[in-house]
């Protein structure tokens, strides 16, 4: 398959497949070159790739879905190292949005102080 095709059928641009594939998530297990230059993907690629997107749209950082790739390529990546990963990631996210919402308080008490020397 072609990279537009692989494209295509995942529902993201070329650029996203190339940037998998430069950032090293995509290597020659994945990944070969047809004589005339063109990169062909094969089905591992199209399952690497929704993986890849999964993870990414879970909000992990490439270096979270860098080392999930890692584990699980080397065969370590079990059930229970996935629970706690995810564990992990929900917690630091409850973290953050914690900051963020006392971050917000202040904003908005702000705002009721300037309103009301404004109005």
Request: proline letters at 1%; zero cysteines; hydrophobic letters at 45%.
């Given at each position: ?61 490439i ?29 630091r ?27």
């Amino acid at each position: 398959m072609l990279i537009r095709e692989v494209a295509a059928l995942l529902g993201v641009s070329t650029d996203t497949v190339r940037y998998y594939e430069r950032e090293g998530l995509l290597d020659e297990r994945h990944v070969t070159r047809a004589p005339n230059g063109y990169r062909t993907y094969g089905d591992a690629a199209v399952e690497r790739l929704r993986l890849l997107l999964q993870a990414r749209a879970t909000g992990m950082t490439i270096a979270e879905t860098r080392t999930l790739a890692a584990a699980f390529d080397d065969g370590t990546l079990t059930a229970e190292s996935r629970l706690a990963f995810l564990e992990d990631k929900l917690a630091r996210l409850d973290r953050r949005a914690r900051e963020l919402n006392a971050t917000r308080r202040v904003l908005a008490a702000k705002i009721t102080q300037l309103k009301a020397r404004v109005g």
